[in-house]
Nanobody, 124 residues
Framework: QVQLVESGGGSVQAGGSLRLSCAAS????????MAWFRQAPGKVREGVAA???????TYASSLQGRFTISQDNAKNTLYLQMNSLKPEDTAMYYC??????????????????WGQGTQVTVSS
């Protein structure tokens, strides 16, 4: 089984940047899709960015190019670089992994392996 641990969240002012990390352990030799999701209070969990097992990347269209997902295979770590942060980016950010068809990479219901989340707060 794969375990995921997120880190890197914090409080920043609008326009700032943060880089989230998701360290994977366990059966990391499996070819899994990995993704970042976020959930704000009172809102549904939404897909932010995903990296398929074949290297395909997918982003939520609302991000307008501000976030970048990447992976360091040697460190078994997934990253989310977030630039030009806005107050509406405030949420708990979660890392997830599973065997997911590319068409569904940003749908949380297709993922069964989740981290505990890391809070991102952006002030205006």
């Amino acid at each position: 089984q794969v375990q995921l641990v997120e880190s890197g969240g914090g409080s920043v002012q609008a326009g700032g940047s943060l880089r989230l990390s998701c360290a994977a352990s366990g059966a990391t030799n499996k070819r899994l899709a990995m993704a970042w999701f976020r959930q704000a209070p009172g809102k549904v969990r939404e897909g932010v960015a995903a990296l398929a097992s074949d290297g395909t990347t997918t982003y939520a269209s609302s991000l307008q190019g501000r976030f970048t997902i990447s992976q360091d295979n040697a460190k078994n770590t997934l990253y989310l670089q977030m630039n030009s942060l806005k107050p509406e980016d405030t949420a708990m950010y979660y890392c997830a992994a599973d065997r997911v068809p590319n068409l569904y990479l940003l749908l949380p219901s297709f993922y069964n392996i989740w981290g505990q989340g890391t809070q991102v707060t952006v002030s205006s």
